[in-house]
């Protein structure tokens, strides 16, 4: 893969990062402003992970057929017209369609990268690689969400619109064409689902993402309800978490090599779990910027391990299994995020921060020999 290539994937992962996690602080924000209660302006959170989760399954199919510059050209343009009109929403009915189109096409970069980097990159760079690309996409995220303290909603989305217009230039001038289309279009997913290594190492990313969803989306009601702060500060917590997961994200990417990506997710995991059960001793929020490093730093050694293990799968199953991961972690991510809300609603929180904390810490004691 040419660096000219490589540089258009990266602005390509900025442009669909900035803005998702923001969502999770901007709840609050966003029902006031159109006089919802806030659990129902929280759909805005599962709308956009679901579509994404059920999408990403046919981008990776599509390769067969089409060349990988001609889908992302197609997939560029629909995510930054839906990010436009979801700026422009005047009803939160309107902002759930567009919030749901956002999911429909901005499923489809995560695994056309993967399935590029699979095929394109030599194996000793894999790694740096998948490590650079979500390093960036936590750089924008970390942005958005700084700026969601500071700027309307509004302009927060209306950002990743306005870069997916200069993606679109780059990808039809610039981007090599990557062609990996075969003479048989099909789905072989339950196939490669067949493969007992893959289906262990999907069970672990279905769970991973229900667990992490189900506290992370409810995270800013937390802060809300039980603190009554400010949408200020509430993005400034999550701000402390999105940099810890920065920082691991590009770390990741070398440790990965050094570490081997199993032991690096496990630390992860377990980094995750000390967060979610600390939770439920704080009584003072500001102690929340201190130990919400944890719950970031440890998503981030957790993703990039689990993603770089996977562009390593044998080549039969690598297509299918780049479109599986991206569907797995959005659509229960999804599912989390609403089971969250009903654990959170049958014993408070605090029962929610348990569940959660006790679920990833027996995925990290238990990842090595759940996988391998």
């Known amino acids: 893969m040419s660096k000219v290539s490589f540089s258009i994937f990266c602005l390509m992962f900025v442009a669909l990062s900035f ?62 017209a839906s990010a436009f009109l979801f700026s422009l929403s005047t009803s939160l009915n309107q ?55 500071f700027l309307s909603w509004r302009i927060i989305y209306l950002i990743p619109g306005v870069l997916s217009l200069g993606v679109i230039f780059l990808i039809a001038r610039h981007l090599s064409d990557f062609d990996f289309r075969l003479p048989k279009f099909g789905f072989s997913y339950l196939s490669t689902l067949a493969d007992k290594k893959a289906l262990k190492f999907f069970a672990v990313i279905a769970l991973a993402s229900f667990f992490y969803h189900g506290l992370q989306q409810r995270l800013g009601l937390y802060l809300s309800d039980s603190y009554n702060l400010p949408q200020m500060m509430i993005s400034l917590i999550f701000t402390a978490s ?56 440890g998503w981030g050694l957790t993703h990039v391990g689990l993603s770089s293990y996977l562009t390593h799968f044998p080549d039969k199953i690598l297509r299918d299994s780049s479109g599986l991961n991206s569907s797995l972690r959005y659509a229960f991510g999804g599912l989390g995020a609403l089971a969250g809300g009903i654990i959170a609603g049958l014993g408070g929180f605090n029962f929610l921060f348990a569940v959660v904390g006790a679920c990833i810490f027996c995925l990290g004691v238990f990842l090595k020999k759940i996988i391998e």
């Open 95 to 149: 902002a759930f369609v567009f919030r749901f189109l956002m999911g429909c096409f901005g499923c489809s970069f995560v695994p056309l990268a993967l399935i590029t980097i699979g095929k394109a990159v030599v194996v000793q760079k894999k790694g740096k690689y998948i490590g650079i690309l979500f390093g960036l996409s936590y750089v924008s995220t970390l942005l958005s969400v700084f700026l969601s303290g």
């Open 242 to 297: 999105i940099l810890g997961a920065t920082i691991f994200e590009f770390a990741g990417g070398f440790l990965s090599n050094r570490l081997g990506n199993i032991r690096i997710s496990r630390y992860g995991f377990i980094l995750m779990s000390i967060f979610s059960l600390s939770l439920i001793f704080i009584g003072n929020y500001k102690y929340l910027f201190f130990v919400i490093i944890f719950w970031g730093s």
């Open 19 to 80: 803005g998702v996690a923001a969502m999770a602080a901007l709840v609050p924000s966003i029902s006031s402003e159109f006089g919802a209660p806030p659990a129902k302006a929280i759909s805005l959170t599962w709308l956009y992970m679901l579509p994404y989760g059920l999408g990403a399954l046919l981008w990776p199919a599509l390769t067969q057929k089409v060349k990988v510059k001609n889908l992302l050209i197609w997939a560029s343009g629909g995510f930054c």
